[in-house]
């Protein structure tokens, strides 16, 4: 069993940044896919960043060029470094793991581990 707890959001205003962490238990989080989702009112999951065991990074569009995702495995933690952030970026953020780095990173459906999400909140 994996237990993650995110932290670090907030409002922000657009424009502005946030830095979110997630940590996790476990023995082997150096093996996990980790991933970032987000869910705004009334929208579908949808996925914003994942990392891969070995470093490889993947990034929804929308997001590209303004997130950083990375990892400090010796700490068990993924971050998301949020800057240029917009009124759209508001939605609640879920970290996410994959023990088995199954390919597909950007699909919900591959992880098997959630935390109880964080919001952000980006005034415009």
């Known amino acids: 069993q994996v237990q993650l707890v995110e932290s670090g959001g907030g409002l922000a205003q657009a424009g502005g940044s946030l830095r979110l962490s997630c940590a996790a238990s476990?023995?082997?989080?150096?093996?996990?896919?980790m991933g970032w989702f987000r869910q705004a009112p009334g929208k579908e999951r949808e996925f914003v960043a994942a990392?891969?065991?070995?470093?490889?990074?993947t990034y929804y569009e929308s997001v590209k060029g303004r997130f950083t995702i990375s990892r400090d495995n010796a700490k068990n933690t993924v971050y998301l470094q949020m800057t240029g952030l917009k009124p759209e970026d508001t939605a609640v953020y879920y970290c996410?793991?994959?023990?088995?780095?199954?390919?597909?990173?950007?699909?919900?459906?591959?992880?098997?581990?959630w935390g109880q999400g964080t919001q952000v909140t980006v005034s415009s």
């Open positions: 476990g023995r082997t989080f150096s093996s996990y896919t």
């Open positions: 996410a793991a994959d023990p088995y780095g199954r390919s597909g990173d950007y699909d919900s459906r591959n992880y098997d581990y």
């Open positions: 990392i891969s065991r070995s470093g490889g990074r």
